[in-house]
């Protein structure tokens, strides 16, 4: 499949189908911790970047198998909301299936009304907010050169005042960029005054665009602390529920994942519902194929995906 990957394991959503709207990797920003890769068109501009008839093509014939997953998930490997026909998709999955939506977007294009228009049908969208300053939100987030923190922070309190949606923010801290006692304090005044449904802690915990590093579980305990927001949520590892996968389709199905999200085997094996054996065969397959490489972050081997 092209646009439709997954299930994949999310640490904040469970077993979660991806839907990629634009090609890799289109994005209003080039984030410094992004697990996809360095931003290679970064814009502003909505496009059918992909043919909506593709997508809702590969989302009948997975869906048609009712497979047993937590939400469909516009993700993957750019700005979900620069797809120009997202609300005719969420129309057509919303009128003819039951699976919850989830969106998972840097907030970049919802202060617009035709993209709140389109996103207030979904059950939970996640926004990022990385940044209290102007400065850090430059260089953490490295925008397209007319987007300002201010309209991020707009686009994320209409979400929030205007829509049903549940609002989970997620704050992703970056070691010696995003982590000052002064920049936690404007981060944890921006979520004060939005008040998400959650608001969720996370660091660097894939192998990233750049040369950046995360923060330790204390230190991000600590930042909760300091905040001090009821609803926070420090994002944390955990177990997939399994889905049977077949063999023969193993390697595909990998290849899939990794080559838009770095995983480690055993998180594989966890989203693919097979036998470490076998993931670590069929990696090792690809591997000797040129699809994938192994890479190291944190000390842990990851298997990342060769696009292309």
Sequence with gaps: MKYVFGPVFSRRLGLS?????????????????????PTTEKTLERAEYVPLSGVISELKDYLSFKPEIDYITFSGYGEPTLFSRLGELIDFLKENYSYRLALLTNASLLKRDDVLGEVKRI???????????????????????????????EGIGRLIEETPCKVWIETLFVKGVNDSPEEVERIGE??????????????????PAYGVEGLSYGELEEIARRVGYPATEIVAKGTARRK??????????????????????????????ALREEVEEAVEELIREGKVKEVFFGGEPYVKGISG
């Design 17 to 37: 189908l991806g839907v990629d709207l634009v090609p890799h990797k289109v994005c209003s920003m080039d984030c410094l911790y992004c697990e996809v890769g």
């Design 123 to 153: 059950d939970v969208v996640l926004p990022s907010l990385d940044a209290g300053s102007e400065e850090v939100f430059r260089k953490l987030n490295r925008p397209v050169a007319s987007l300002r923190l201010a309209d991020v922070v």
């Design 244 to 273: 049977k996968v077949p063999i023969s389709r193993l390697k595909e199905e990998i290849y899939e994942i990794v080559v838009r999200r770095p995983c480690p085997v055993e998180e594989l094996c966890d989203a693919l519902g």
């Design 190 to 207: 921006l979520i004060h005054k939005l008040k998400p449904h959650k608001w969720q802690l996370n660091t660097v915990a894939r192998p």
